[in-house]
């Protein structure tokens, strides 16, 4: 049972071990951290695959339709197709549009989207890595790959692109506010910003229960920060067409999308961390707990996708700045007066 | 701090700090120059981190290169006019400048060479966001909340600005 919970850290220091034999150990270090992340990347991208796929599939059920169904047991096939397609597409630059920022900006929004994961714990120490920083640093990559999007906004030179680009850090600098002061509290009752102490102090009581208005602040400000429905202003397609990577084609366009759907998985793998208890859970191996945690919340964000439709602009930055922030620094203070001794003493003469 | 990787890491920040800070005064599209400026922050981030100050780094990141370099983006892109094709203002002021810039590296230069630098080994890699956390809110705390109202103070003002009515 060790064995099979461990699997994955144990293959990777069984070959530290085995290149430890004939190499330096700064360059097996090196080593070691391009195979984790190379596994990591193949992961992500398959799991990105099905994530479309289950969204698809899902949303169909939901509206009474099938859903894609022709490529494949299930349709299971289907994103392995349009990747297929869109990587021999023609890679498409507008003539006026600023070619170098154009073509970073889809970089850094994937690159961001994937550093986050570094400090994501999938399992007992198995975490790219396990920095005391953790959460801050989670937030602080993410807030960077804003200006990935307002880079491609700005270079496609289209006033629709621009638009979205406007609208994406309008909306993603106001709800980061409430994200950030959602943490706050699950920081405050654990006393640290590291991600496996943040997983261990849940090992008795899930932070959910204790910080039930911290979880939704969180849940509500995460949607609007991966530009999910009902907060997809930043691309609705009734108005601005697709918002700032309309002009982008091919390959850079399947960027955006692998970047989008990374960001959800871990916005939801952020929230089991915080709130969820992380890995932890009886029989199964903690990596299986793990997914089938994210994989659920994923799924009320497909769920909530099919239900609700579009807030306004001024709905939008009106809830963020007069209810969630608000609520976020009553949660804090809520948690603050919890955490008092003379809080405590009742708590304890009460018990007896 | 000998640590072969580390100067190495310390080589490659330094150049990249540096080159893009010189890109973002010598580029003449503004946008390319905020960009720059944004490469420039993250190079601090990252010498930060070389000095163990990781909590710094992340809020480095976060402020500056998160929001800041935003708000700067956003204020260039908003106030575009047809008549300054994001430009960097004309540098006809080079006298003055170049005045200013060598009284700052003249007053740098004393106030370097006349620290005495702690030469010794860092202090062990404790978690030092909690020691941090201790002194601005035990013994710095006049201090922390002076500037917390200060900024509240720029806040509210700026909303009144403005405001339309």
Redesign the interface.
């Known amino acids: 049972m060790e064995v099979i919970n461990n699997i994955f850290v144990i293959i990777r220091d069984v070959i530290a071990v085995m290149l430890g034999f004939f190499l330096p150990p ?1 360059l097996v270090e090196a080593i070691i951290a391009v195979l984790v992340i190379s596994v990591f990347l193949g992961f992500m991208t398959v799991n990105v695959m099905m994530q479309v796929w289950a969204e698809r599939k899902t949303i169909a059920y939901m509206q009474d339709r099938f859903g894609p169904n022709r490529v494949g047991p299930f349709g299971l096939m289907q994103s392995v197709a349009d990747a297929v397609k869109l990587l021999t597409k023609e890679d498409i630059i507008p003539t006026h549009a ?1 070619k170098w ?1 154009f073509r970073l900006g889809p970089i850094i929004v994937v690159s961001t989207a994937l550093m986050v994961y570094g400090v994501m714990p999938f399992g007992d120490g198995m975490v790219i890595a396990d ?3 953790g959460i ?2 989670a ?3 993410a ?2 790959g ?2 990935g999007f ?2 491609s906004g ?1 270079s496609s030179n289209n006033k629709y692109a ?1 638009l979205g680009a ?1 609208r994406a ?2 909306q993603m ?1 106001s709800y ?1 506010i409430p994200l950030v002061l959602s943490i706050i509290g699950v920081v405050m009752l654990v ?3 590291q991600m496996s102490e943040i997983v261990k102090a849940q090992s008795g009581l899930w932070f959910v229960i204790w910080q039930p208005l911290g979880f939704v602040i969180f849940f509500i400000a995460g949607l609007a920060e991966i530009n999910r429905t009902p907060f997809d202003m930043v691309e609705a397609d009734s108005e601005i067409v697709a918002g700032y990577f309309i002009e982008y084609s091919g390959m850079r366009f399947a960027v955006f999308y692998l970047a989008e759907y990374m960001s959800a998985f871990a916005s939801a793998a952020i929230a089991v961390t915080l709130f969820f208890g992380g890995w932890q859970g009886p029989l199964l191996p903690p990596y299986i707990w793990f997914l089938l945690k994210v994989w659920l919340i994923f799924f009320v964000m497909i769920w909530i996708r099919a239900t609700l439709p579009r807030v306004r602009v001024d709905q939008l930055m009106g809830f963020a700045w007069k209810v969630l922030i608000p609520l976020a620094l009553l949660n804090i203070f809520l948690t603050g007066a919890i955490l008092q001794p003379w809080y405590q003493g009742l708590v304890q003469g009460l018990a007896k | 701090m000998n640590d072969p ?1 580390v100067i190495l890491a310390f080589a490659v920040l330094a150049i990249v700090m540096l080159v893009s800070a010189a890109a973002v005064v010598l580029l003449r ?1 503004i ?2 120059c905020a ?1 720059f400026l ?1 490469l420039s922050f ?1 190079s601090v981030a990252g010498i930060y981190i070389l000095l163990n100050a ?2 710094l780094a ?2 480095q ?2 402020i500056y ?3 800041v ?3 700067l ?2 204020a260039i ?2 106030t575009q006019r047809a008549g300054a094709i994001a430009e960097n203002p004309p540098n006809n002021q080079v006298g003055m400048a170049a005045v200013v810039a060598v009284a700052l590296f003249g007053l740098l230069a004393l106030v370097l060479s006349g620290t005495s630098w702690l030469t010794g080994a860092p202090a062990a890699t404790q ?1 030092n ?2 020691a941090l956390g201790r002194a601005l809110f035990e013994y710095y705390v006049l201090p922390f909340e002076i500037a917390s109202v200060l900024l509240l103070v720029a806040m509210i003002g700026a909303i009144v600005i403005a405001r339309e009515d």
Request: proline share 2%; hydrophobic share 70%.
């Open positions: 700064t600023d920022v920095l005391n920083i801050l640093f937030i602080s990559i807030s960077i804003t200006i307002l880079m700005w621009l406007m850090v309008a600098v980061e006393g640290s910003l | 990787v599209n946008v390319h960009l944004a993250l990781e909590f992340a809020v990141i976060l290169a998160g929001a370099m935003i708000l983006l956003f892109m908003l978690p966001t909690e």
